[in-house]
């Protein structure tokens, strides 16, 4: 019987295309690896590729599960996960759900909005957690490891 790896470097090997998809909560595709149109050079650039994006992956599920935490509802994420990711506005309705969590953990002058952007410190506060998440650590040492 043949292992994962072996499986994986066979398909990798094979004439014929193949593509590995692994499916993502919404309904999309966290990363499809196509082998015949592949830019990595060997099955080991492959397989580092692949490994890079499962733990884009698992970061992703591990913020999901944050959010779950807080009692978030499951239609605010994709809002919440493009105000953080790619500076869009939070819904209002994403933003209401995540001032009524953190409004105890904000500074009085900041939830009055008098001294700062109560906007920005639930944004940072985001960033800031999630920081804490153990797939972000391992993210980001693999990253610096590319570099």
């Not at 500076?87 to 009085?108: C, H, I, Q, R, W």
């Not at 800031?128 to 391992?138: C, G, I, N, V």
Request: proline residues 4%; aromatic residues 14%.
């Amino acid at each position: 019987m043949k292992t994962i790896s072996e499986k994986m470097r066979d398909i990798y090997n094979s004439e014929a295309p193949h593509r590995i998809d692994v499916p993502m909560w919404d309904g999309g595709y966290v990363f499809t690896f196509d082998t015949e149109t592949s830019t990595t050079d060997s099955f080991e650039d492959g397989v580092d590729w692949m490994h890079t994006q499962a733990l884009k992956y698992t970061y992703k599920c591990e913020q999901r599960r944050y959010l779950n935490d807080l009692n978030i509802p499951n239609h605010l994420f994709r809002s919440i996960f493009n105000a953080i990711e790619s500076g869009e506005e939070l819904s209002d309705t994403a933003f209401n759900a995540l001032f009524s969590k953190f409004v105890e953990e904000m500074p009085y002058g900041t939830a009055k909005a008098r001294t700062d952007d109560p906007y920005v410190w639930i944004i940072n506060k985001l960033q800031s957690e999630w920081e804490k998440l153990p797939a972000y650590k391992q993210l980001q040492e693999k990253l610096s490891n590319e570099t």
